[in-house]
């Protein structure tokens, strides 16, 4: 069998707050992952994730910063689901030549999809810690 690598975007979107999202797939993991971008004139724009407090998702926020292939210069946070715990798709790389993630949940897309709209909800109101 051969294993699939690469990223793979599986949504691009407006959420419900209105801000832009995307979900993929890291064939390499076999995990996703999931952005939201922030317009410049947002007060998160360009910050770093610690002073961004109480923004719940699967495992937490892991990034911020710009992911240009996705949203250009705007800013965006984002999450991945390949914590302990969280199994690898069986076709990824990783599943297959790691088979301890074998069996372990694996995250849906729509999970992680609302998970994305969790975000952006919570990003709409956030401040910058002072």
């Known amino acids: 069998m051969t294993a699939k690598k690469g ?3 599986e949504k ?3 959420t419900q707050a209105g801000l832009r999202a995307a979900t993929g797939m890291n ?3 076999g995990t996703r992952l999931g952005y939201v971008a922030v317009p410049e004139d947002h ?3 360009g910050i770093g994730l610690d002073a961004v407090t109480d ?3 699967h495992g937490g926020l ?3 910063g710009r992911r240009k292939s996705l949203f250009g210069d705007l800013w965006c946070f984002g999450f991945d689901c390949n914590h302990d715990g969280d199994g ?3 076709d990824a790389f990783h599943a297959i030549n790691w088979p301890e993630r074998t069996g372990l949940p694996v995250v849906t ?3 992680c999809v609302a998970d994305c709209e969790l975000i952006a909800k919570q990003l709409q109101t956030k401040r910058v810690l002072s």
């Open 62 to 64: 892991t990034f911020s």
């Open 55 to 57: 923004v719940h998702c």
């Open 27 to 29: 064939w390499f993991t």
């Open 43 to 45: 007060p998160l724009h």
């Open 12 to 14: 691009e979107w407006i």
């Open 7 to 9: 990223f793979e975007i």
């Open 109 to 111: 897309h729509e999970e």
């Open 88 to 90: 690898g798709h069986p």
